[in-house]
T-cell receptor, first 112, second 114 residues
Framework: NAGVTQTPKFQVLKTGQSMTLQCAQDMNHEYMSWYRQDPGMGLRLIHY???????DQGEVPNGYNVSRSTTEDFPLRLLSAAPSQTSVYFC???????????FGSGTRLTVV | AQSVSQHNHHVILSEAASLELGCNYS??????LFWYVQYPGQHLQLLLK??????LVKGIKGFEAEFIKSKFSFNLRKPSVQWSDTAEYFCAVNGGSSASKIIFGSGTRLSIRP
């Protein structure tokens, strides 16, 4: 049972480039979310999904897109990377509203 | 919008000292509350959670938390810390109209002197 798998683990982008961070879970969880973690700011919610075909914005959605075509996958797209998007990105999933998240191991993104 | 406040940004303790980390949330309805831990270089792991019932919740590794509804608080405690408890601790909440998303506090870094 792999849990939540994120790829890549590290990425360096140039300003203006686009890319997709991948997230997959094999636990049949309905809820999935993307967070970014910055020093002193904790985890901030970017986008989340309550099931296949349903997504919504979190606290800091600007510059990011998501889609949820299957229960398993929840990719995060950076449209035009900016240095302010340098961060560690975590994907998480859970089965029900009242349950805690299972987190992936994170993607460390640097935008130069 | 719901929010979570963690008052202590960095706490330094000696081994065997008692620990209490503060957490306050803003939402007034029914809430679910969580504490997560992040060890250096690792991802977040769930320590404990509160949904309903007994307001004193026990988690893994000897941690516990008390939900005090009148104070909108969910403080994390441990009677005697160990060097291995060095980590960052995050409080989180979801509830009401925002039940589908979990909001995190800014975290408290705990350093234990051996």
């Amino acid at each position: 049972n792999a849990g939540v798998t994120q790829t890549p683990k590290f990425q360096v982008l140039k300003t203006g480039q686009s890319m997709t961070l991948q997230c997959a879970q094999d636990m049949n969880h309905e809820y999935m979310s993307w967070y970014r973690q910055d020093p002193g700011m904790g985890l901030r919610l970017i986008h989340y999904s309550v099931g296949a075909g349903i997504t919504d914005q979190g606290e800091v959605p600007n510059g990011y897109n998501v889609s949820r075509s299957t229960t398993e996958d929840f990719p995060l797209r950076l449209l035009s990377a900016a240095p302010s998007q340098t961060s560690v990105y975590f994907c998480a999933s859970r089965t029900q509203v009242a349950h805690g998240y299972t987190f992936g191991s994170g993607t460390r993104l640097t935008v130069v | 919008a719901q929010s979570v406040s963690q008052h202590n940004h960095h706490v330094i303790l000696s081994e065997a000292a008692s620990l209490e980390l503060g957490c306050n949330y803003s939402y007034g309805g029914t809430v679910n509350l969580f504490w997560y831990v992040q060890y250096p270089g690792q991802h977040l792991q769930l320590l404990l959670k509160y949904f309903s019932g007994d307001p004193l919740v026990k988690g893994i590794k000897g941690f516990e938390a008390e939900f005090i509804k009148s104070k909108f608080s969910f403080n994390l405690r441990k009677p005697s810390v160990q060097w291995s408890d060095t980590a960052e601790y995050f409080c989180a909440v979801n509830g009401g109209s925002s039940a589908s998303k979990i909001i995190f506090g800014s975290g408290t870094r705990l350093s234990i002197r051996p």
